[in-house]
């Protein structure tokens, strides 16, 4: 499968539908501390496929299932908690985040369908633990996983984009980028152009 080269994170289906007429074609929604949570999936999931967009669930595998979601996002710490067989039984195709080579190593006895390294750059979206990975260890992880797409994620810009994309990602991912800029609309022209 050929996943698009851009892919935006976002905390609310009003965002999603700010995307989609602009031609975004995969999209992540991750919601935190939600007051309804399965109802701003469904809404995002029903833009996304009459926009015929991918949307990628983050953590809320049930919900996910529950809405015949066709893609999960899950964290290292998610997956200590999901039901990794329920999901793919249920047919999910599943994303899951990397940061080091333990991380990698567990991710593809999983069988992902992309993996995510990141913080390539700095990030202010939230704390963590991990340094920024630098665009070198896309190249690492490029080689280490093969034919499994792969996502940048953290600190990236357009311009970082393109050399994240230069280094061995095949999908650039961004979220504050977008959702802090002055110009979301526009941001996002850039980011798809």
């Known amino acids: 499968m050929t996943l698009p080269r851009f892919y935006p994170i976002f905390d609310s289906a009003d965002w999603i539908a700010r995307a989609l007429p602009l031609g975004?074609?995969?999209?992540?929604?991750?919601?935190?501390?939600?007051?309804?949570?399965?109802?701003?999936?469904?809404?995002?999931?029903?833009?996304?496929?009459?926009?015929?967009?991918?949307?990628?669930?983050?953590?809320?595998?049930?919900i996910a299932l529950?809405?015949?979601?066709?893609?999960?996002?899950?964290?290292?710490?998610?997956?200590?908690?999901?039901?990794?067989?329920?999901?793919?039984?249920?047919?999910?195709?599943?994303?899951?985040?990397?940061?080091?080579?333990?991380?990698?190593?567990r991710a593809l006895t999983l069988t992902p369908d992309y993996i995510a390294l990141g913080p390539v750059w700095p990030t202010i979206l939230k704390k963590m633990k991990w340094e920024q990975q630098g665009v070198e260890k896309l190249g690492e992880w490029k080689r280490l996983i093969g034919d499994i797409p792969l996502?940048?994620?953290?600190?990236?810009?357009?311009?970082?984009?393109?050399?994240?994309?230069?280094?061995?990602?095949?999908?650039?991912s961004a979220v504050t980028d977008i959702t802090l800029n002055p110009n979301p609309e526009a941001r996002m022209a850039e980011w798809l152009s």
């Open 66 to 105: 529950d809405l015949g979601c066709d893609w999960l996002h899950l964290g290292q710490e998610d997956l200590d908690t999901a039901d990794l067989s329920a999901i793919r039984a249920g047919g999910l195709k599943l994303g899951i985040s990397t940061h080091d080579h333990a991380e990698l190593d």
């Open 151 to 172: 996502v940048a994620i953290g600190g990236l810009t357009p311009e970082r984009g393109k050399l994240a994309l230069a280094a061995g990602a095949d999908i650039a």
């Open 24 to 62: 975004v074609r995969m999209v992540q929604i991750r919601l935190k501390d939600h007051p309804d949570t399965k109802a701003e999936i469904a809404r995002a999931q029903e833009m996304c496929r009459a926009a015929g967009a991918i949307l990628v669930v983050n953590d809320h595998w049930k």
